[in-house]
């Protein structure tokens, strides 16, 4: 203390401090980070620990794998930890944790690569591997699997676009025609005029795969992803050997977890 100060100057630098840092007053720590909330898919999940798991996890297994691993090439210790840690970041964030991220957009990061869409199934399918080895519940894999697909327009263009009708006898007419609707409103990026019409040709005639494929291609746009899993996985059992639904990248991503 120096010897001029006094008690009227130590009082008042005493109700600064009473002021200004208020968490010294009652023993509580100042958090830099948001609270959690107990709902949340993060907490589910099993937090912070579990999401590092299944990245480090998810991470190795994708720098092994020869069909990914080009991406990688030349990226030194350092980098991949930075990757590893960002990756880690964004998950938490996603799923309603405390973390920040700080990392440029998806869509900016990813531009240029040539992520196909084999490409990004394959990462979710490394992901979704991981959680199950971490004990993540059947429930919260699923959440954060609609998550992932979520995310896919900000890394990779589809070029899967919707069918046409089949040429099969006894197709009723008027879901065809719902169905020609459907298609032009798609392609001009109408998506909700587009389901609409998907909808009626769907339930009017419900054996044909086409028609669930496009309206399953229409929900994952409009990001309703649960509800276009189970569309998807109407076309596959009525695709009546459609190769363009059995080998459809986009389906396969919906429906094998």
């Given at each position: 203390?120096?010897?001029?100060?006094?008690?009227?100057?130590?009082?008042?630098?005493?109700?600064?401090?009473?002021?200004?840092?208020?968490?010294?007053?009652?023993?509580?720590?100042k958090k830099a980070y948001k609270s959690?909330?107990?709902?949340?898919?993060?907490?589910?999940?099993?937090?912070?620990?579990?999401?590092?798991?299944?990245?480090?996890?998810?991470?190795?297994?994708?720098?092994?794998?020869?069909?990914?691993?080009?991406?990688?090439?030349?990226?030194?210790?350092?980098?991949?930890?930075?990757?590893?840690?960002?990756?880690?970041?964004?998950?938490?964030?996603?799923?309603?944790?405390?973390?920040?991220?700080?990392?440029?957009?998806?869509?900016?990061v990813h531009v240029g690569l040539g992520?196909?869409?084999?490409?990004?199934?394959?990462?979710?399918?490394?992901?979704?591997v991981s959680l199950k080895k971490y004990?993540?519940?059947?429930?919260?894999?699923?959440?954060?699997?609609?998550?992932?697909?979520?995310?896919?327009?900000?890394?990779?263009?589809?070029?899967?676009?919707?069918?046409?009708?089949?040429?099969?006898?006894?197709?009723?007419?008027?879901?065809?025609?719902?169905?020609?609707?459907?298609?032009?409103?798609?392609?001009?990026?109408?998506?909700?005029?587009?389901?609409?019409?998907?909808?009626?040709?769907?339930?009017?005639?419900?054996?044909?795969?086409?028609?669930?494929?496009?309206?399953?291609?229409?929900?994952?746009?409009?990001?309703?992803?649960?509800?276009?899993?189970?569309?998807?996985?109407?076309?596959?059992?009525?695709?009546?050997?459609?190769?363009?639904?059995?080998?459809?990248?986009?389906?396969?991503?919906?429906?094998?977890?």
């Open positions: 203390m120096k010897p001029n100060m006094g008690w009227n100057t130590i009082l008042a630098t005493m109700m600064v401090l009473f002021l200004v840092v208020p968490s010294l007053v009652n023993g509580e720590e959690v909330d107990e709902n949340s898919l993060y907490v589910r999940m099993g937090g912070y620990d579990v999401i590092s798991n299944v990245i480090d996890d998810f991470l190795t297994k994708s720098w092994a794998d020869p069909r990914i691993s080009h991406f990688f090439l030349g990226m030194g210790t350092d980098t991949r930890n930075r990757l590893r840690q960002k990756n880690k970041n964004l998950m938490c964030f996603t799923t309603g944790g405390p973390c920040r991220v700080l990392n440029r957009p998806l869509e900016v992520i196909t869409d084999t490409d990004f199934y394959i990462i979710v399918d490394h992901i979704m004990d993540v519940p059947d429930k919260e894999r699923e959440e954060l699997h609609a998550k992932l697909l979520s995310l896919k327009p900000k890394i990779v263009n589809t070029t899967e676009v919707p069918l046409a009708a089949p040429k099969r006898e006894g197709l009723k007419e008027m879901a065809r025609m719902e169905n020609a609707l459907g298609i032009s409103n798609f392609n001009i990026g109408r998506f909700d005029e587009a389901l609409s019409h998907f909808q009626i040709a769907s339930k009017d005639d419900s054996g044909v795969g086409e028609y669930h494929f496009n309206e399953a291609m229409t929900l994952d746009k409009l990001g309703k992803h649960g509800l276009a899993t189970n569309h998807f996985k109407a076309a596959q059992k009525n695709a009546h050997g459609n190769i363009k639904i059995t080998g459809s990248k986009i389906l396969k991503g919906h429906t094998s977890k």
